[in-house]
């Protein structure tokens, strides 16, 4: 057996300055900067073309597809295995001690924006490659590396991409944890709006659909009068040179894992709960609460499924000349209907006048058996390469690529040891030895997935 593991370590240097490279162009989804040849900004367009220079520079077959994504391809035969991952970024975002868009180094640690979702899972994929390339290994499929540019923001690259583009033999996205992820929660966005009495009250919270934020801004709030008191764990600041704006600290991080986080929103309804006590505020609260609203308990959605359980996540509160507006990206598991949420959530609303709640669907739950080839095969090469066999292969809440492919799961790049964290948060991290390692793991898969039995043409979804 080639011994993979000892050809990624040769690569350490290789990966660390490709991932310097791409980390250093910034690639939020940015309207401003929106064009025909770059429809979800530039800075996302500069990130795929960096990812078809690096295909065309080693001489392999590229394709940029409509400015959505852009795949790298290697090999022959008719069917095809894809790892799929993304060029895109969420915002940088405030609270940094390093520079987001420089990649910087502190022990083992790499630290940037993108660096763990998905630059750095990606550039170790590119690198899995080039060992099968330098070893010429025989492969009875094509392999196809893609990266597209709107898995932050919805999803619309992958869907472009194959509109045109034949689907996966077998696949995977490096864009969670190890060992193997065969199942993801559904999802919907929910937005509030209700009328708010206190027409020179502002707060800004959120502005990215998948993220908790760190801090909420309230601006024309007086608390001088008492009364109060502070939510548990928040840090409450006021603005220097400013009367009544304050900043309401909390702990963000990635919606999927609302467990992690100390939602600022949240928070903030509290907080304006116990300063107005009006009924706007207590909607805010209502929906708001961890216990009740964000798990579904006040709404009778809360039975678990495969999946897990359903997750009323607040990401985005704005309220502004007397009209509030939340959004909550919901996170359900496949035994609850879309239908029966927004039935739920339609009757709840209805005891709040001038209250009115829009609905948007943004992803199916998704299953792939997990006792097939696929996740067995991947699971296998993932402890033979760790000796970890206290992790199963598993279902999660959070959304990626392999729900929108057939014959899909997720694998890696991130190891569930705690040596990579704060996705979608300041200081972005991960280990580079166990990027090392991944690059060892993802070459033998490919290398495996080249060339295992037939697949069947579709999977359970």
């Known amino acids: 057996m080639t011994d993979f593991a000892a050809h990624a370590r040769e690569r350490a240097q290789h990966f660390l300055t490709l991932l310097a490279q791409w980390v250093a162009i910034p690639s939020p989804f940015d309207t401003a900067s929106q064009q025909p040849d770059a429809p979800f900004g530039r800075g996302v367009a500069d990130a795929l073309s960096w990812w078809q220079k690096l295909g065309d520079d080693a001489g392999l077959n590229t394709l940029n597809v409509d400015n959505h994504a852009v795949h790298i391809e290697y090999g022959s035969g008719e069917e095809i295995v894809y790892v799929f991952g993304h060029a895109d970024v969420v915002p940088a975002g405030d609270g940094w001690y390093f520079p987001p868009y420089q990649l910087s180094r502190l022990g083992d640690n790499l630290i940037g924006r993108g660096v763990v979702d998905d630059k750095g899972p990606m550039i170790a994929a590119w690198l899995a490659l080039d060992i099968l390339r330098e070893l010429n290994l025989p492969l009875s499929r094509r392999i196809r590396l893609v ?105 963000g991080g990635h919606s999927s894992k609302p467990e992690a986080c100390l939602n600022p929103i949240a928070g903030a309804a509290q907080l304006l709960h116990q300063r107005f006590s009006a009924r706007w505020t207590q909607q805010l609260c209502e929906i708001t609460a961890p216990e009740t609203g964000q798990s579904g308990v006040q709404f009778a959605l809360d039975t678990p499924g495969e999946c897990g359980q359903i997750r009323l996540v607040p990401v985005v509160l704005n309220i502004e000349n007397g009209v509030m507006s939340l959004t909550l990206n919901v996170r359900y598991p496949e035994n609850l209907p879309p239908e029966n949420i927004a039935e739920r959530l339609t009757i709840w609303n209805l005891s709040w006048p001038d209250s009115h709640i829009n609905i948007e669907p943004v992803k199916s739950p998704s299953l792939y058996p997990p006792d097939s080839a696929l996740v067995k095969t991947l699971h296998e090469i993932y402890t033979r390469h760790t000796g970890d066999t206290n992790h199963p292969s598993r279902t999660t809440g959070a959304g990626s690529y392999a729900s929108a492919m057939q014959n899909a799961v997720i694998f890696g790049c991130e190891f569930p040891d705690g040596s990579s964290g704060n996705t979608h948060g300041a200081d972005e991290y991960g280990s580079l030895s166990r990027f090392i390692s991944a690059i060892g793991i993802y070459a033998e898969a490919l290398y495996r997935l080249a060339n295992l039995p037939a697949a069947p043409s579709d999977n359970t979804r």
Do not use: M
């Not at 065969?182 to 659909?209: A, F, H, N, W």
């Not at 007086?222 to 309401?248: R, V």
């Open 147 to 251: 990266a597209g540019g709107n898995e932050e923001t919805g999803f619309r690259c992958i869907r472009r991409y194959f509109e045109s583009q034949p689907q996966p033999a077998f696949a995977f996205t490096p864009d969670g944890k190890f060992p193997v992820i065969y199942g993801e929660k559904g999802s919907l966005l929910v937005t509030l709006t209700s009328p708010v009495e206190q027409p020179d009250l502002t707060v800004s919270c959120g502005s990215v659909l998948n993220t908790i934020p760190d801090v909420a801004r309230l601006n024309g709030l007086s608390l001088s009068s008492g009364g109060w008191t502070l939510p548990d764990g928040f840090t409450l600041l006021a603005e220097p040179g400013q009367i009544n704006h304050w900043q309401l600290y909390g702990r």
